[in-house]
Nanobody
Framework: QLQASGGGLVQAGGSLRLSCAAS????????MGWFRQAPGKEREFVAG????????NYADSVKGRFTISRDSAKNTVHLQMNSLKPEDTAVYYC??????????????????WGQGTQVTVSS
């Protein structure tokens, strides 16, 4: 089970930190990712982190602004979002994949999904 939290309303230029708590499985067996879906748009990859936490991957639109990390002791993955823009407004989902060890961006490789947390960035 994946439980996402940390969303909210923030002004452009502000920051938010999303968290995703994993339970019920061996956390280290899963690469993790964050995706987002804006109204009327398809779900898109935001960031991924490998099983061992040594490899990360980012969508071009968030490179240099977002940072993904994982805390194996707490079975948690975080997404630190800085310099937020109105176009970052979306529901953000965390996801887990066992089939890929790396920080895959392919939505089809993710097996488990959290419930989503709303991020709204006002201009």
């Amino acid at each position: 089970q994946l439980q996402a939290s940390g969303g909210g309303l923030v002004q452009a230029g502000g920051s938010l930190r999303l968290s995703c708590a994993a339970s019920g499985r061996t956390f280290s067996n899963y690469a993790m990712g964050w995706f987002r879906q804006a109204p009327g748009k398809e779900r898109e990859f935001v960031a991924g982190i490998s099983r061992n936490g040594l490899s990360t991957n980012y969508a071009d639109s968030v490179k240099g602004r977002f940072t993904i990390s994982r805390d194996s002791a707490k079975n948690t993955v975080h997404l630190q979002m800085n310099s937020l823009k109105p176009e970052d407004t979306a529901v953000y989902y965390c996801a887990a994949t066992r089939s890929s060890a790396g920080a895959t961006s392919s939505i089809y490789e993710y097996d488990y999904w959290g419930q989503g947390t709303q991020v709204t960035v006002s201009s």
